[in-house]
């Protein structure tokens, strides 16, 4: 196949953020076809217009649109459109194209997908990453009832106009099928975990300590990902404020940026933790978190006490499930349900940051269960989230879609 994969938010692993449109384009490359992927560059200084870039037999084309998460909601509103305008003439101009496959977010990718796929009359695949309009309103950033009414009709519009749609969980097949499309027209492919990169036999304890020797020798727990509102990436705060009445040697770590960093380092700052037992870096790239991980003892995915959050299928979890490290979290859903079944590390409470250092610290001093956990949690990421396989789940969808 020849395919259009529009991604408005591509990275590679020399990048901070998610890969997940990396390691399937480069999967389908292996296995013979041509991906045109179609995103933006998020610095306008290096460059003026399109220009395109060979990575592992990718044809990736590049616009600069600004872009950080610590943008308002109506700059980032502006970098959508402006990207899905410039994005549809682009899609439209690849020829002989059998496939458009665009993946969300933002929901706005679906307007240069549905343009390409009538114009060059070929099938679109759509992909969810969150449910829009259901997770912006929940979290109170969709707040204007004529952008509610547009995003609702642009859903929708998406899903009509899409031959299969791929969900990242099962809970949003579910909001996928409430917005109208039949269950056989809808395949949930997780998000993946990359095993060789995070194989635990690549982490390099001299090298990490060497980078981050407040951290060395102690107990670690990490948060390594966006700092935004949904986040709540406070309450990691609060834990760690806990922790230093009852485990002061462990240590604190946060990997990322975000709209809420200023406001996490100010928290951390009152509370008196900041720098003691928690330290605050910048993102790294998807190949040194490798490290990160490897030499964490448990890695924590959080998000703000909102139910339509548990349908997340958030990075950072198939990223620790892959390097073997105990993983918890504070929501519920279908990810609470894995680790419960599997063993592979916390659920904490949501709304009791101190009742959750209670829990983190009884687990750290039972070096069994920490081990049993870090067992499980590779085992699942074999068994259930091997990328490999997701891929080959991914291809099978496309080369279907491209036959009806």
Same mark, same amino acid.
């Given at each position: 196949m020849k395919i259009i994969y529009l991604h408005q938010y591509f990275t590679t692993p020399e990048m901070s953020g998610g890969t997940r449109s990396f390691e399937m384009a480069r999967r389908l490359v292996?296995?013979? /076809?041509?991906? /045109?992927?179609? *995103?933006?560059?998020?610095?306008?200084?290096? /460059?003026?217009?399109?220009?395109?870039?060979d990575i592992k037999g990718i044809k990736v084309h590049w616009l600069p649109v600004d872009y950080n998460n610590s943008m308002s909601y109506r700059k980032r509103l502006a970098a959508f459109f402006k990207f899905a305008g410039a994005s549809a003439v682009k899609a439209a101009s690849i020829k002989n194209a059998d496939l458009v496959f665009a993946t969300s977010t933002p929901l706005t990718i679906a307007?240069?997908?549905?343009?390409?796929?009538?114009?060059?009359?070929?099938?679109?695949? #759509?992909?969810?990453?969150?449910?829009w309009p259901e997770m912006p309103i929940a979290v109170g950033a969709l707040n204007n009832t004529l952008l509610r009414w547009a995003a609702g009709r642009l859903e929708k519009f998406a899903y009509r106009n899409s031959k299969h749609v791929i969900a990242l969980s099962p809970g949003m097949k579910e909001g996928v099928i409430r917005g109208g499309v039949s269950s056989d027209k809808v395949t949930?492919?997780?998000?993946?975990?990359?095993?060789?990169? #995070?194989?635990?036999?690549?982490?390099?304890?001299?090298?990490?300590n060497q980078k981050y020797p407040e951290l060395a020798g102690e107990k670690l727990i990490v948060y390594a990902g966006t700092l935004g509102k949904i986040n709540g990436v406070e309450y990691f705060v609060d834990v760690a404020k806990a922790c230093q *009445?009852?485990?002061?040697?462990?240590? #604190?770590?946060i990997f990322g940026d975000g709209l809420e960093r200023d406001a996490i380092i100010d928290k951390a700052n009152k509370l008196g933790c900041l720098g003691k037992n928690l330290y605050i870096y910048d993102p790294v790239s998807k190949n040194e978190m490798t490290q990160v991980l490897g030499a964490s003892d448990l890695s924590l995915s959080l998000f703000i006490n909102l139910e339509p959050m548990w349908v997340n299928s958030a990075n950072k979890f198939f990223d620790t499930l892959a390097s073997g490290t105990p993983i918890a979290i504070n929501y519920g859903g279908w990810q609470e349900d894995l680790i419960q079944s599997s063993g592979a590390g916390l659920v904490l409470p949501p709304s009791d940051p101190t009742r959750a250092a209670e829990l983190i610290v009884d687990f750290l001093?039972?070096?069994?269960?920490?081990?049993?956990?870090?067992?499980?949690?590779?085992?699942?990421?074999?068994?259930?989230?091997?990328?490999?396989?997701?891929?080959?789940?991914?291809?099978h969808v496309l080369l279907e879609t491209v036959k009806k």
């Amino acid at each position: 196949m020849k395919i259009i994969y529009l991604h408005q938010y591509f990275t590679t692993p020399e990048m901070s953020g998610g890969t997940r449109s990396f390691e399937m384009a480069r999967r389908l490359v292996d296995k013979g /076809h041509e991906v /045109h992927i179609i *995103t933006s560059w998020r610095d306008k200084r290096c /460059h003026k217009g399109w220009w395109l870039q060979d990575i592992k037999g990718i044809k990736v084309h590049w616009l600069p649109v600004d872009y950080n998460n610590s943008m308002s909601y109506r700059k980032r509103l502006a970098a959508f459109f402006k990207f899905a305008g410039a994005s549809a003439v682009k899609a439209a101009s690849i020829k002989n194209a059998d496939l458009v496959f665009a993946t969300s977010t933002p929901l706005t990718i679906a307007i240069p997908g549905i343009y390409a796929s009538k114009r060059l009359k070929i099938p679109m695949v #759509f992909e969810v990453r969150d449910l829009w309009p259901e997770m912006p309103i929940a979290v109170g950033a969709l707040n204007n009832t004529l952008l509610r009414w547009a995003a609702g009709r642009l859903e929708k519009f998406a899903y009509r106009n899409s031959k299969h749609v791929i969900a990242l969980s099962p809970g949003m097949k579910e909001g996928v099928i409430r917005g109208g499309v039949s269950s056989d027209k809808v395949t949930v492919i997780p998000n993946g975990s990359d095993l060789e990169l #995070f194989s635990p036999s690549r982490y390099r304890e001299e090298l990490f300590n060497q980078k981050y020797p407040e951290l060395a020798g102690e107990k670690l727990i990490v948060y390594a990902g966006t700092l935004g509102k949904i986040n709540g990436v406070e309450y990691f705060v609060d834990v760690a404020k806990a922790c230093q *009445t009852i485990m002061p040697a462990c240590r #604190f770590a946060i990997f990322g940026d975000g709209l809420e960093r200023d406001a996490i380092i100010d928290k951390a700052n009152k509370l008196g933790c900041l720098g003691k037992n928690l330290y605050i870096y910048d993102p790294v790239s998807k190949n040194e978190m490798t490290q990160v991980l490897g030499a964490s003892d448990l890695s924590l995915s959080l998000f703000i006490n909102l139910e339509p959050m548990w349908v997340n299928s958030a990075n950072k979890f198939f990223d620790t499930l892959a390097s073997g490290t105990p993983i918890a979290i504070n929501y519920g859903g279908w990810q609470e349900d894995l680790i419960q079944s599997s063993g592979a590390g916390l659920v904490l409470p949501p709304s009791d940051p101190t009742r959750a250092a209670e829990l983190i610290v009884d687990f750290l001093n039972d070096q069994k269960r920490c081990i049993a956990s870090g067992e499980a949690a590779l085992k699942l990421a074999r068994e259930q989230f091997d990328r490999d396989k997701l891929a080959l789940q991914l291809e099978h969808v496309l080369l279907e879609t491209v036959k009806k």
